[in-house]
């Protein structure tokens, strides 16, 4: 079994087998809402076990299908607007068709409308909008019509429009101010209104809504708000409504910008070491806004100069305890002054704040000075020392000095011996012949740091032979006319004395050498000296004497002669 409209294709159905009482062949046709509308032809035919098939019998037109009228809902009826009140329904869900299901079209017949109580116009094919005339009210019927996709159209003439009778409300405010007009944080906004009439006679009260920025503030209901719920660039707006106690009027309302308050400073305060002043100081901003900061430096009677800081003077925020460090070594290189001030002034990118100042302050960025001498030792000659003296007080014990010698440095540990002097030594080995750099870096307590370099030439002898064996020379001249040299040797360093005795064993004069380093003296330069006289100043008579030699624990004893 099988179907179809016009020119279209034939559509199968199933068929059944039914004993009803007698058997016969049924198939069920049910078309849906997306069935086409018209006249369907039906056909059948049979088959048996082996496959045989009989002819179609066709039957044209059987079945016609209809368009199904839409259903307007009963409870479309009684629609209540208030006198002097525009009010629009939605008829959706007052009408459905089974095809097109909620596609449908609502109309009126316009002359169902009885336009000396009110106007009905149908919006967008489905919105009842109903205006009564002013200060009517009453009731009457109008009659609805409802169209679906395919034409098929439903009335209904009892659809009852009641207006009902209201209280006249009270006209709009003629002027609604607030004030300040130009607020800023520091300002609580008061909203007053004025200039309602109501046609009744009736008491008119004003209520009041914030609004902030478009949105509304529940809480805020009263004719003022306080400054501190309110922060700049924000739209304040005050909403007036008038009413009689039964009906509201229309509003009216006013708005104002919240606007910008400078930044203030307080408590400036200068700390820390002046190569790095610490400038601590508190920032108010009643707006709480992001502020830059300017830090200026003056000294010596000069003008205002923009400072040097370690940190970032951009979008601070305002707070208590907030520190700038000034890098016055940049600015003041190598100055001493005792009038130096500090300035900031802040800025929230609308209005800066007023300078505020701190107090004179002492500023020493000079670096110490260092005076160096470096000398050979008179009794040492291999050793060099170093004194250092400075001019102010230094952050450690000691100075830091070294020492170059043929391209290496070498510490020099230092001992202070006065107020701001400072002594050391360095032995350069026998036979150096050449210069040395020395070179002092020190810093105050101030933290300047200080270095003086100086160079100096040294030639330090080669060092001399040293004798296997103690020995006493035989002095020259002799016999002694006037004076006489006496040799002689020593294996270590010692302390040397000479002692002269005449024949009888008497000691008649004590020349003392001193500390001599193990060597040969030998030469007229080196040996000891004796001037023939005694320690009384008396020259010796004409004899024969002896001269002792000690030096430490070797001593020895040799004859000369004496000749006037």
Known sequence: MSYKIGNGAWVDLSPKLIENPSLIW????????????????????????SEAESNWLEKNRLVTVN??????????????????????????TFGSDYESEKNVIWSLNPDSVNTKIFNATILRNKILE???????????????????TDGGKREKTDVT????????????????????????????????????????????????????????????????????????????????TPSDGKVDGILKFSEVKIGNVAPKLNTIKTDGNTKDVIISYELEDPDNDLCDIKLEYKAKGSSWKSATTSESLQGIAP??????????????PDIEADDCKLRIIANDKVLPSDAKESEIFILDNKPPKFNVVAVS?????????????????LSDKTPNVSVKINEQDYKIDMNKVGDKIWTGNIKLDNGFDGNILVTVNGTDVYGNSGKEEIQREFKIPAPEPIPTRFALG?????????????????????????????????????????????????????????????????????????????????????KMVVQR
């Open 26 to 49: 049924e198939a069920v046709f049910s078309p849906d809402a997306k069935a086409d509308l018209g006249d369907y032809d039906f056909r059948v035919k049979f088959t048996d076990q």
């Open 67 to 92: 368009n199904s009228l839409p259903v307007i809902d009963q409870s479309a009826d009684n629609f209540h607007v208030t006198e002097d009140n525009i009010k629009e329904f939605d008829l959706s």
């Open 130 to 148: 109903i205006r009564p005339l002013d200060n009517m009210n009453g009731q009457d019927d109008i009659t609805l019509i409802l169209t679906d």
């Open 161 to 240: 429009i009641v207006i009902d009778p209201e209280n006249d409300a009270p006209s709009a405010p003629t002027s609604v101010k607030i004030t300040p007009d130009s607020p800023t944080t520091l300002d609580s906004l008061v909203c007053s209104a004025s200039g309602s009439i109501d046609l009744d006679n009736d008491k008119v009260v004003y209520r009041y809504q914030w609004y902030k920025n478009n949105v509304i503030q529940p809480d805020l209901k009263s004719a003022d708000v306080h400054n501190s719920l309110t922060k700049k660039g924000e739209i304040w707006r005050c909403e007036v």
């Open 319 to 332: 707070n208590k305890g907030l520190n700038i460090t000034w890098k016055s070594s940049i600015d003041l």
């Open 377 to 393: 030792n008179p009794v040492h000659r291999a050793y060099i020392d170093i004194s250092i003296s400075s001019h102010e007080e």
């Open 474 to 558: 035989q002095n020259y001249p002799n016999p002694v006319i006037n004076d006489t040299r006496i040799p002689y040797e020593l294996t270590e360093s010692a302390i040397v004395t000479v002692r002269i005795y005449n024949i009888n064993g008497e000691l008649i004069r004590t020349i003392e050498e001193g500390y001599k380093s193990a060597g040969y003296y030998n030469t007229k330069e080196r040996s000891a000296f004796w001037d023939g006289k005694d320690d009384f100043g008396l020259s010796a008579a004409s004899g024969v004497y002896f001269y002792h030699l000690r030096a430490g624990s070797s001593e020895e004893v040799k």
